[in-house]
C-alpha cells in the first residue's frame, strides 16, 4: 500500500532508500523508452533523478 510521493519528500532523507535501489531503479529508468531528455518520465513527468530516490515511489509503468 503505496502513497503519493511529493517532491518535497526528498527533504526529508527518512524518505530515501537504499542507494544500491536507487541505483537499479535508475538503471531501469536509463533504458526505458519514456525517459526525456531533461530526465523526465514522459509518463508521469516526475524527474527521475530524485524520484528514484523516495522509497514509496513506483515507476508508473511498474517497471519497479
Known amino acids: 500500500d503505496m502513497k ?7 527533504l526529508n532523507k527518512d524518505n530515501w532508500t537504499m542507494e544500491e535501489v536507487r541505483a537499479k ?16 518520465c514522459k509518463k508521469c ?3 527521475v533523478d530524485g524520484k528514484t530516490r523516495l522509497e514509496n515511489a513506483f515507476c508508473p509503468l511498474r517497471k519497479w
Not at 4 to 10: E, F, Q, S
Open 45 to 47: 513527468m516526475c524527474f
Open 4 to 10: 503519493p510521493v511529493k517532491p518535497w519528500d526528498l
Open 25 to 40: 531503479r535508475i538503471e531501469i529508468c536509463n533504458a526505458c523508452e519514456h525517459l526525456s531528455i531533461t530526465r523526465q
